[in-house]
Nanobody, 120 residues
Framework: QVQVVESGGGLVQAGGSLRLSCTYS????????MGWFRQIPGEGREGFAC???????YYIDSVRDRFTISMDNATNTLYLQMNSLKPEDTAVYYC??????????????WGQGTQVTVSS
């Protein structure tokens, strides 16, 4: 039984911070990549941060200086620290896992999503 569950979303003012968590079970992180995706209203789902089991980290430019992805292997928890939030960050946020491949593989395990809303 594979489970991926996000939490920590909510409503925050522009410039504020949120920390998202993603707990996973049913598989070993070794050999997998884990990433954060978001679905912005009116747009497709995009990946914006990813960490590999051997600690390579990737960000897209729009979040690079504001978001931090990290992994706590002891608790099987993926984190996303989001600072300096902007209204355009409003989206449903998902975590997902893929077979290891420099974050370029197909992400087959997905959480249910958590809503992040950033007000002006």
């Amino acid at each position: 039984q594979v489970q991926v569950v996000e939490s920590g979303g909510g409503l925050v003012q522009a410039g504020g911070s949120l920390r998202l968590s993603c707990t996973y079970s049913g598989f070993s992180f070794e050999g997998y990549d884990m990433g954060w995706f978001r679905q912005i209203p009116g747009e497709g789902r995009e990946g914006f941060a990813c960490i590999t089991w051997d600690d390579d980290i990737y960000y897209i430019d729009s979040v690079r200086d504001r978001f931090t992805i990290s992994m706590d292997n002891a608790t099987n928890t993926l984190y996303l620290q989001m600072n300096s939030l902007k209204p355009e960050d409003t989206a449903v946020y998902y975590c997902a896992a893929a077979s290891s491949g420099d974050c370029e593989g197909d992400f087959g395990y997905w959480g249910q999503g958590t809503q992040v809303t950033v007000s002006s």
